[in-house]
Nanobody
Framework: VQLQACGGGLVQAGGSLRLSCAGS????????MGWYRRAPGKQRELVAE???????NYADSLKGRFTISRDNAKDTVYLQMNSLQPEDTAAYYC???????????WGQGTLVTVSS
């Protein structure tokens, strides 16, 4: 499984960014796709996940500002991030797994920097 993420960058506080991640390889391993992030000095944390059927799971603190979606035909997952704040600065990692108890595959991180 390969995951190719893009869309990070520098944005001012209050701005928006959209991340995308294209998956390839095992179709089953792409059943659940999502995003995690790791801020400087912190542990990696869940941002959001979405199943092939459209079920979503968000970090409680990000609900309402971040929206995850996917295009099953393209095996691509998107993360729309609105009202970005400096504390959202992190490396964002795309993930994929067969189900919620399987090990995850990881893409390379894409850096999001939010300036105040």
């Amino acid at each position: 499984v390969q995951l190719q993420a893009c869309g990070g960058g520098l944005v001012q506080a209050g701005g928006s960014l959209r991340l995308s991640c294209a998956g390839s390889g095992s179709v089953l391993a792409l059943n659940v796709m999502g995003w995690y992030r790791r801020a400087p000095g912190k542990q990696r944390e869940l941002v959001a996940e979405i199943s092939r059927g459209g079920s979503t799971n968000y970090a409680d603190s990000l609900k309402g500002r971040f929206t995850i979606s996917r295009d099953n035909a393209k095996d691509t997952v998107y993360l729309q991030m609105n009202s970005l704040q400096p504390e959202d600065t992190a490396a964002y990692y795309c993930s994929a797994r067969r189900n919620y108890i399987s090990q995850s595959f990881w893409g390379q991180g894409t850096l999001v920097t939010v300036s105040s």
